[in-house]
């Protein structure tokens, strides 16, 4: 018998919650779940189960608890009847219907009741399956030094890799934040016709600029009297101290007995700062510290909130300067929270690319693999638009898939094109997601020659008839986790508000992508989707179009937080 609750999104933590719950014999209210038992422990909650995601394991269960989960709960392992019957009548908000359960020498398993969860996500509609499932607010300035002055503007010939990394990151953290329901803006301004602008926009960011001749000298004198009358500025009796630089250009060129300096260590002492650099001792302002806070300055003007997120997403190079000016604007007299997202360096080995240089590689890279497969068809402005895209998603996928502290290794040496086909990252994603759209061109066609009828209300089709694994696969694996994937993303900024450091699952939307294009793929061609007309046949191809329907949209919305829009053909 079917349990579930019609009105509600089905949810892989909700469920697990559940099955804890059913399994423990009682809900999990209280904020130790490490209760006892007489002499025994139960264990945490999240730990009780493992949500299957192989194709070889979910042939036969769903949700393992493991046998020695069970030995730790229950006399020999032995689960009891009562615990038995709840687990087959589960049901609440969010959780996904069970069809049984059964112990085994592996643990006690529970399969899902696929029929009843392909239709509860499909039938009527997968918008809620494709957003975080509930809002935030607040505002979060993000903030990418590798774009401020320092003394001069960055040009497409001085950003190295390691600095497009934070550019791309920063982009890929906007979308991210909001999604979720935060305000978002960006720091610095840049110049509206500065080459840099252009870099950014032939992948795909849509950096905040500013006319020619803008200035934000007013603030910058404001922020430099703060500095000046801040009760952390050293005097003359304290001069002699360890001094850490800020800069290249001291504020209107002072001689040096009459530098302004800032007792940094004295800031993050006294305002409680955590995971400061200990090092940090006085500072002298310059002027580019000075402009640099000033355009912090302005980013916070449009939050609508009084206390801001600032994340500063810089490189591990920076990390030391971008710590100074974070400290050095806490001194100014700034409360805004200020957290540091650190990437870890870009390697090339046996070469040296600027942005612009790899920018470029790629791209020709990629014309010449279309011009091999697609011969002379590859011109015009429609081949333009594809080879951008599919540039910035290589270079996007090859810069944010891994895990942001970590280093990335960019192979620049290897002759010939990035081809399309194979698990290779951006160019592999988007050629599954131009599968999809010329599987839809396919079946309209169809429809036009009176081959198929049109895709029928979901309430009309028995979605029984997704019996194939990989179908279970894409819908369990990819479909319903996505919006819980999206909820982790600002989770990490809810965290103690002083602590500098913060790190955040940013490689987690590629990742998810390549996995997701891998399964696809596997399943696509595999599965003849769009079969025979015959109408006996019409229930099973209506209900895969559902899916991949779904699947397409969750393709959107997913490159749409990498900023790369879907390519309709390849």
Known sequence: MENIDESSTLRITPTVRALSSALRGKRENGPDSRQQNGDRIFPEPEKLWFKESSAKNLRNRDFLSPTTMLNTLYANGQVPPAVMSRLRSLRGIGVLP???????????????DRAAAFRAVLAGGSTEYLKPSSQKQGC????????????????????TLGQLRTVL???????????????????????????????????????????????????????????????????????????SGGGQRKVEDEADEEALRVNLKRVFQEEGLLGYDPSLGTCT???????????????????????????????CQDEFRQQQIA???????????????V?????????????????????????????????????????????????????????????????????????????????????FVMYNCARLHTLFDSYERGVEKGLYPEIPEGSQLDFSALKEEGEWLLLFNYLIPFSELLDQSGQALDCEERVARVNIK????????VSLS?????????????????????????????????????????????????????
């Open 140 to 159: 979060v300035v993000l903030n990418c030094p590798a774009l401020h002055s320092r003394p001069n503007t960055p040009t497409s010939d001085t950003l």
């Open 169 to 243: 990151l920063a982009d890929h953290m906007g979308a991210l934040l909001r999604r979720q329901g935060f305000t978002v803006s960006y720091c610095p301004l840049l110049l509206e016709d500065s080459d840099i602008i252009t870099l950014l926009r032939a992948l795909g960011i849509n950096w905040p600029t500013a006319v020619a001749k803008w200035t934000n000298e007013e603030r910058e004198e404001q922020i430099l009297e703060a500095l000046m009358t801040s009760s952390y500025r050293e005097r003359e009796t304290q001069r002699g101290r360890r001094v």
């Open 327 to 341: 400290v050095l604007w806490r001194a100014s007299g700034t409360t805004h929270t200020q957290r540091h997202l």
């Open 506 to 513: 940013t490689e987690q939307v590629c990742k998810f992508l």
């Open 343 to 427: 990437c870890g360096p870009v390697k090339t080995p046996g070469s040296h690319l600027t942005a612009a240089q790899y920018l470029q590689l790629r791209r020709g890279q990629m014309k010449e693999a279309s011009e091999m497969k697609y011969g002379d068809q590859v011109e015009g402005q429609t081949w333009d638009d594809i080879i951008r895209a599919m540039t910035s998603a290589t270079v996007r996928f090859e810069l944010l898939s891994t895990v942001h502290t970590s280093p990335v290794t960019l192979d620049v040496l290897r002759e010939g094109g990035v081809p399309t086909k194979g698990p290779r990252g951006g160019a």
């Open 285 to 315: 302002v310059h002027r580019d510290s000075v402009s640099h806070l000033a355009q912090l300055d302005l980013a916070t003007v449009a939050c609508t909130v009084a206390m801001a997120t600032v994340l500063h997403v810089t490189s």
């Open 518 to 570: 891998k399964d696809f793929s596997s399943y696509y061609n595999r599965v003849h989707v769009l079969g025979e007309p015959l109408p006996h046949l019409f229930n099973q191809m209506f209900c895969r179009l559902y899916l991949l329907r779904a699947l397409r949209e969750l393709y959107h919305n997913a490159l749409d937080i990498l900023n790369l829009p879907p390519i309709r053909q390849l």
């Open 98 to 112: 069970v069809a049984g359960g059964e112990v085994t020498c592996e643990g006690l398993r529970v399969s899902v």
